[in-house]
């Protein structure tokens, strides 16, 4: 006999399912959204957690726990405490970890196919529209949500995490949405001009090419080096590439007192969001953008922020995620199982290469993608599916 609280149960479900397949449409297209849709889900899950509990913190979530406790802790004893208040907004953003590694939901490997289906459609949204940029005349693609960095970062993410949903028939299913969907998304990526997420994309693809679906990746990943040659200023480019100082594009004037810095405080930090705070006047007339508000490396960033302990929490984190991905390509019974954990590491790989010329901790849609990611890969391992 059913219990008379099933059809509540039933509808939470159904709420939270169609607000994560939301979530993937929101993540390329409105901040508002992306915080809405994100609250939502995070009150639907505690509620539920708390009246039924079925999920309990295991030691995969060891790596999540410490990582968030230790950038508390920098935020607590920073000593710039009027700074820290827009990085405590990204850390809380952090929870998004929490929607898929403690869905009391059974049916989440039926969820994160919706997530991922909406990421796509919302990143070819995206490039459309940046690719209107560039044809009107703008250097590089921002799409709907007005950074370019940002926008390489989804576009790639979306990339990678949707070639295997492809590839294994369980994105669209339907083979000529699939790769019009995904070639939409690789001009957009182009369009970009983000090099590092460009790069990041075709190195985290190259696993596939060896070793899962050969024939469609390698057509992809030479797609995308080819879209890439031809829609950015090639001339240029090349030339900045016998050129290390110009192809990190200012950065190295960021990344020049981070030793310095890390010594006055190497334990835990200057605390969250202390860029502006710290970084030396005398170097901001040589800053290629003075504009910049973050470090452009987002092991540099934890490591000022939070000291060691935060960076050797946060490449535990990290490092925890790839395993618990890889665990799941390995007990993977389906294709539609082993496309998931495939892409799932390949998408971290992204970040973990793409975070050395960037800092996804500071744009709150990747830092949401990434801890989604996180928090799915942990779930994997830890559930056997």
Not at 111 to 129: E, K, Y
Not at 284 to 309: C, K
């Amino acid at each position: 006999m059913k219990s008379s609280s099933d059809p509540e149960k039933s509808f939470a479900a159904g709420v939270f399912s169609a607000g994560l397949a939301l979530l993937g449409l929101a993540l390329p297209l409105s901040l508002v959204a992306v915080e809405a849709i994100c609250g939502l889900l995070l009150g639907i899950l505690l509620l539920r957690l708390i009246r039924r509990p079925r999920i309990r913190i295991s030691y995969w979530d060891l790596p999540f726990l410490l990582f968030t406790l230790i950038r508390l802790a920098s935020a607590l004893f920073s000593p710039h405490p009027d700074r820290i208040g827009k990085g405590l907004t990204y850390l809380a953003f952090c929870l998004a970890y929490a929607l898929a590694a403690w869905n009391a939901q059974e049916n989440m490997r039926h969820i994160w196919p919706r997530l991922l289906r909406g990421l796509v459609i919302g990143s070819a949204i995206a490039s459309v529209v940046g690719l209107i940029q560039v044809a009107g005349g703008a250097e590089r693609a921002t799409g709907i949500y007005g950074g370019w960095t940002v926008f390489g970062s989804l576009m790639g993410a979306a990339l990678v995490l949707g070639v295997y949903q492809a590839a294994a028939g369980s994105l669209f299913e339907r083979r000529f949405w699939d790769c019009a969907l995904l070639g939409i998304v690789a001009a957009g990526l182009a369009a970009s001009i983000c090099r590092a997420e460009w790069v990041a994309a075709i190195l985290a693809l190259l696993p596939s090419a060896i070793l899962y679906y050969p024939r469609y990746s390698a057509v992809l990943g030479a797609g995308v080096l080819l879209l890439f040659l031809a829609i950015t200023p090639l001339r240029s480019r090349l030339a900045t590439l016998a050129n290390p100082a110009a192809n990190l594009s200012g950065r190295e004037v960021l990344w020049q007192p981070v030793p310095d810095l890390l010594a006055q405080r190497p334990i835990l930090g200057h605390g969250l969001n202390s860029f502006h705070a710290i970084f030396p006047k005398e170097l901001r007339p040589q800053m290629t953008d003075p504009g910049a508000g973050d470090w452009h490396n987002v092991y540099f960033q934890v490591a000022i922020e939070s000291g060691l302990l935060g960076l050797a929490a946060f490449l535990t984190l990290l490092g925890t995620g790839l395993y618990a991905a890889l665990q799941g390509i390995r007990r993977a019974k389906t294709s539609a199982d082993r496309a998931a954990a495939w892409g799932t590491f390949c998408a971290l790989a992204f970040f973990c290469i793409a975070g050395a010329l960037g800092t996804f901790l500071v744009r709150i849609s990747v830092v949401v993608l990434v801890f989604l990611l996180l928090g799915y890969a942990v779930r994997s391992a830890r559930t056997g599916s």
